[in-house]
């Protein structure tokens, strides 16, 4: 992983941007525009030598073609004055991933003066996101490409930690996919995969809630604290009011319903704020029942 003087001196900056910028644009624009230039997006739009035996370059009328098809909200050519919405971006850098190979050069073609090309798709990838990721870094951008080129979204460390190594065994086979759901769709870039994942986190907190055995649904949810906590604690005490709380911020923001009485939350950090909180609860009544977390 390359570094700079002040990510060795200082360390990285925290990845807390949302939006790609002019400035992180210009660069990703700039890493585009060489790739077409030197016949890397070549491995899937080979430009094939007039004489017919041999590729020399990448057909840049076939990607264009191909990409305005695959994602349609891209203006081509690309400007670097005109700055895509962010997650058009990715989208077109994710199409840059499925297309780039390392180039080869093999025979020269004096006629052409050119040379025919073969492609090192694995090398070419790892270098693509390895420049792609450079940039997102040194701009603080919390986003990444992954190895296979795929787009995703960088939670704070503690909360990626805590989201990635969960594991769902409550026993339920709609609580399991519930939460399995939200913690994907939390790491994408897309805003409505996220408050999808808010609403899928907050579905499997009102199905945990009936999990243990009870006459009605208070019982059950009394019964699953009780595991957690010993009855009759400070803790559970804190735990009953933080479960009451949870349930009403349900219920006032427009988190599983739609009803016209109900708060909108109107920023993606409202949305993580809710789903690291509500998360954190659910994974102490997992971890406190025996049901995973």
Known sequence: MSTYFTDREYGARPATIHVVNERLWAGLFSLIQTRIGDGSFGSRFPEKCPDG???????EEAFSRVLGAEVPWIEWPISVNNVPDTPVTLDL?????????????GAYHSYYRHHHLSWNREAGLARFVADVNLLFRRNAVAYELAADGQAR????????????WALFQTGDAETDRLLEAARQRILSPKADD????????????????TLEPGRDKRAQADALLNRVAAPGSGFREALGRESAELTAIGNRFRIRH???????????DQVDYLFTRMFAFVRMALKGTGRGG
């Open 194 to 209: 996220r408050r999808d994942a808010l609403e899928k986190l907050w579905d499997a907190f009102e199905r945990l809630k």
């Open 153 to 164: 979204r960088l939670l704070p460390e503690a909360v990626a930690n805590a989201v990635g």
């Open 93 to 105: 850098l994710e199409f840059c991933a499925r297309a780039v190979g390392e180039p080869i050069q």
């Open 258 to 268: 739609s009803e016209t009485t109900q708060e909108a939350l109107t920023s993606l």
């Open 53 to 59: 035996y041999g590729s020399c370059g990448c057909d």
